[in-house]
């Protein structure tokens, strides 16, 4: 039961696997309006998209405690209503419907029934746009944009090539490209993984269950201008295979994933073996998502004029998101998961 000091709040008490340390915490402390620091604003979600990375950072152990303080509020995508704006935010206003993101490392994050955001991490939702569904849209979103537009030379027929194309990132990674002008390769799994590829605007899809994918592109003989890797697991291979299929200088941008340590290796080694000795001609790019109110601002534009869509997997209520991350967790979801907003007022 909350009150006027405390409010329920979904939270891992101490790094290790989400089945052990994700909790529902009904007494955690309430942000007020006069606790926000400049360029901070007070949100009640109506909604938050779950991401891997969401429990991945408090799995590390000893580099989760490193990174991140404990207990920690879980979820970074979310929609709601701003309650109350803080210091030098100019962009919002109280009532506001809002979607965005709550940088991890900041701030207590988005299961909870109230949230406080950097103002640059969000933008208004343009009118009659759902919110439960487009809390599904940042992290995926902002990571698909940010790894493709500045390496892409937009309406020009770039070759662009997206291994992992039905997560949560590569959903949006495939739309984002086809929106951009590219003609995109997609990686995905066979069956509804197939189908969705080709559904989002794949020009072509490699079945990884039924196909070698590196062997299959070092006999297509085609030279991409781009690689977006969503997948990371065993992307050393991919990247230290590219030679063939990898244009000279061009990028292989490593988004996320899972991750060996024969990967982590096979990605150093190919990095630094220079061209003339055999190594790549690619170079290898590392990322993380940034918080951007004009790239949020330019997804829901495309998500207004119906070219940008939303995958949804599955949606949970409040009371549930632990079932909702154990689902996410266990692999094979096609879209992004959303979990409701607390009934908590």
Request: charged share 20%; proline share 6%; with cysteine.
């Amino acid at each position: 039961m909350s009150s006027e000091t405390t409010m329920q709040a979904w939270q891992f008490q101490a790094p290790g696997p989400l089945q052990s340390t994700l909790k529902l915490n009904p007494s955690a402390p309430r942000p007020s309006p006069s606790s926000l620091t400049p360029g901070q604003v007070l949100i009640k979600p109506i909604a938050a998209g779950l991401n891997p990375a969401d429990f991945k950072v408090q799995e590390l152990g000893l580099i989760a405690r490193a990174i991140a303080s404990f207990p920690k509020t879980a979820g970074m995508d979310l929609s709601g209503t701003v309650q109350s704006v803080g210091p030098n935010v100019t962009t919002l206003r109280a009532g506001d419907t809002v979607v965005g993101r709550v940088n991890p490392f900041k701030a207590p994050g988005a299961l909870a029934s109230l949230v406080v955001a950097d103002a640059v991490g969000l933008a208004r939702l343009p009118e009659g746009m759902d919110p439960v569904e487009v809390a599904g849209l940042p992290t995926g979103a902002l990571t698909a944009y940010q790894t493709i537009a500045p390496h892409v030379r937009e309406g020009r027929g770039d070759r662009v090539l997206i291994n992992g194309a039905t997560g949560g990132v590569g959903i949006f990674s495939v739309q984002v490209a086809k929106l951009l002008g590219c003609r995109v390769t997609a990686t995905a799994s066979t069956g509804r993984g197939v189908e969705l590829a080709k559904e989002l605007g794949a020009d072509n899809v490699i079945d990884y269950r039924q196909t070698d994918v590196v062997a299959h592109l070092k006999g297509k003989g085609d030279e991409y201008d781009l690689i977006v890797d969503n997948v990371g697991d065993g992307p050393g291979d991919l990247f230290s295979s590219s030679r063939t299929y990898l244009g000279l200088g061009k990028p292989y941008v490593f988004a996320g994933g899972r991750m060996t340590m024969r990967s982590v290796f096979n990605l150093i080694t190919a990095a630094v073996v220079p061209t003339a000795l055999g190594g790549v001609k690619g170079r290898l790019v590392t990322f993380v998502t940034k918080e951007s109110a004009d790239d949020l601002e330019r997804l829901l534009k495309w998500k207004a004029e119906g070219k940008l869509h939303i995958v949804i997997d599955s949606t949970f209520e409040f009371k549930d998101a632990k079932v909702a991350f154990e689902h996410l967790k266990a692999g094979g979801v096609k879209g992004k998961v959303i979990v409701k907003a607390s009934p908590d007022q």
